[in-house]
């Protein structure tokens, strides 16, 4: 284990850049991770695991580089104000959708990564198949998305595509499509089916109409003094409710 003794080392630097960028986290298939229970969930992806303590507790890969850091440069490169004290830059994962996929989420242009975690996590929670990220939405590997997800997008399958490729996934698996849209019908009319996509649109101007017109639009009843649901909190009632 090597010791390092300044905020302004290279690798300290790096690594706060990883975190940040996008465009870095995609050029390297890197993402940095941090608090001791998502590195022990992930020790066989890690490359570089930083640790306040003197000596590690993981089973790392031999390839892997450790570093003897202080608290600060765990609060610098990690964002978080009381980080638990070990970090790690660990292989970004490569996923595929099941062969056989019955239930599917799909993200159009979500871009609040606290958002995109939360409804990762709780698709996994009531054992949906996979994600399908449209549009412009932002990149699961943010650092705000990981810690919102809880790991969960470690564990799910997640991929990026555009609208045709979803279309030929949607007809390969003979899936039917359902939009959540304040205009649609309440959910208590929507028939549950053997194998389905659900859809949910940006914050803040929900599906498209390209997307609209791929399937049925559905809606959660609520009460008439409110407009509408955050996206992860509709999401969470939809995702239970056809799971």
């Not at 790096?14 to 001791?36: C, D, H, N, P, Y």
């Not at 056989?100 to 996994?124: A, F």
């Not at 045709?164 to 205009?183: G, N, P, R, W, Y």
Request: aromatic share 4%.
């Amino acid at each position: 284990m090597r010791t390092l003794s300044s905020l302004q080392h290279p690798l300290i630097k790096r690594l706060t850049a990883l975190r940040k960028e996008r465009k870095m986290r995609q050029q390297e298939g890197s993402v940095v991770i941090e608090g001791k229970k998502l590195v022990r969930e992930n020790v066989r992806l890690v490359r570089t695991l930083l640790t306040t303590s003197p000596s590690t507790e993981f089973s790392l890969p031999e390839s892997a580089e450790v570093y003897a850091v202080s608290p600060e440069m765990i609060q610098k490169i990690s964002g978080v104000k009381s980080p638990e004290g070990v970090l790690a830059e660990v292989k970004m994962p490569s996923f595929k959708l099941p062969a056989r996929l019955q239930r599917l989420l799909v993200l159009e242009n979500l871009n609040d990564p606290g958002n995109l975690g939360t409804l990762i996590r709780t698709s996994l929670a009531f054992g949906w198949d996979g994600v399908f990220l449209l549009g412009n939405c932002c990149d699961p590997f943010n650092d705000k998305a990981i810690r919102a997800s809880k790991g969960a997008i470690f564990k799910l399958p997640i991929v990026v595509g555009d609208l045709e490729s979803l279309k030929t996934l949607l007809i390969d698996h003979q899936m039917s499509v359902f939009i959540a849209d304040l205009e649609g019908k309440k959910i208590g009319a929507i028939p549950k089916v053997s194998k389905m996509a659900l859809v949910l649109g940006s914050e803040a101007h929900g599906p498209s109409e390209e997307v609209i017109s791929i399937g049925e639009r559905l809606t959660i009843p609520i009460s008439s003094g409110l407009d509408s649901l955050n996206v992860a909190v509709a999401g969470g009632i939809l995702l239970h409710y056809f799971q």
